[in-house]
């Protein structure tokens, strides 16, 4: 804070394409809710100028930025220092400057998990976790998943070797099972928590569902990382079904609030950054 007090923040987000990110107007909210001088650019940065942007970075100072599609790998190469979640995630979605010195982090998984618990009021140790994909956004949620002491894992996934190649790599940290599409009735019959990481029912394909819901019994909460839209057709149905439901839209805010923190030192308004985001939807 030191620096910040003194003369304005610099941060930012770069990726391909990044005109439509929601980073810069929820950031923006939380300097003016936190009363810190600052701005938050998006810097549009195609993969050939990476390198480039990254040194900029540095020489201008920027104390923070988010990295978005499709520079979360390829940026860790350009840092000083990897956080641990970065180094094991294999991607970067934060970095922090320290007098030139820049780290990254990645706060995708743990923001998911901060407003899965805020939101949905969730409990995670002790419980039997079902996610649904075994891509990129399921590598950081179960990450963050495995450090909370469920009592399994369950990765469904249509393509069963990639989801066996996640289960595998994390052994050490949980009780991590590997199954593939064809069945979920089996791993969905005792599940406490599901969560959808796919981009099935992602707008504009409103109408489809990555499970059957009817086999969503007994299931306390069902979360999607989809926002848009706010509450998937899987939401609804589970709804329905007397599931607590979590939508997307957390992640995002929380995944910005780490971010903030670790920049800032000062607590995210989390609230202020969530309206900002929905407000711009509109
Ligand atoms: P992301 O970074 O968003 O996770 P990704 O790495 O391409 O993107 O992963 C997409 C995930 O959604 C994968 O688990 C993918 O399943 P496969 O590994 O079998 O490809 C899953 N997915 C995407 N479209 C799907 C569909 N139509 N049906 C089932 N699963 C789908």
Known sequence: MNQGTMRPLKLGVIGDPIAHSKSP???AAALRERGIAGDYEAL????????????????????????????????????????EDALRIGAVNTIVNENGRLIGRNTDGIGYVRSLKE????????????????????????????????????????????????????????????????????????????????????HPHVDEVPIDPSLLRGTEIVSDLIYNPLETKLLRLAGE????????????????????????GVSAPAEAMRRAVLESMN
Not at 138 to 162: C, D, F, H, K, M
Not at 169 to 191: F, G, H, K, Q, V
Not at 241 to 264: D, N, S
């Open 241 to 264: 079904k007397g599931c607590r439901i979590h939508g997307g839209l957390g992640m995002f805010v929380y995944q910005g609030a780490y971010a903030f923190e670790y920049w800032t």
């Open 119 to 202: 939101e949905a009021a969730a409990e995670l140790a002790g419980r039997r976790i079902v996610v649904l994909g075994a891509g990129g956004a399921a590598r950081g949620i179960v990450y963050a998943l495995a450090s909370e002491a469920p009592q399994r894992v369950t990765l469904l996934n249509r393509t069963t070797e990639r989801a066996k190649a996640l289960a595998r790599e994390w052994s050490d940290l949980a009780d991590i099972a590997a199954l593939p599409s064809d069945r979920a009735a089996e791993a969905l019959r005792d599940a406490d928590i599901v969560i959808n990481t796919t981009s099935v029912g992602m």
């Open 44 to 83: 549009h940065v195609k993969p050939e100028q990476l390198e480039a942007a990254i040194a900029a970075v540095r020489e201008e100072e920027y104390r923070g930025i988010n990295v978005t599609i499709p520079h979360k790998e390829q940026v860790m190469r350009y840092l000083d220092e990897l956080g």
């Open 25 to 27: 107007i929820m950031h």
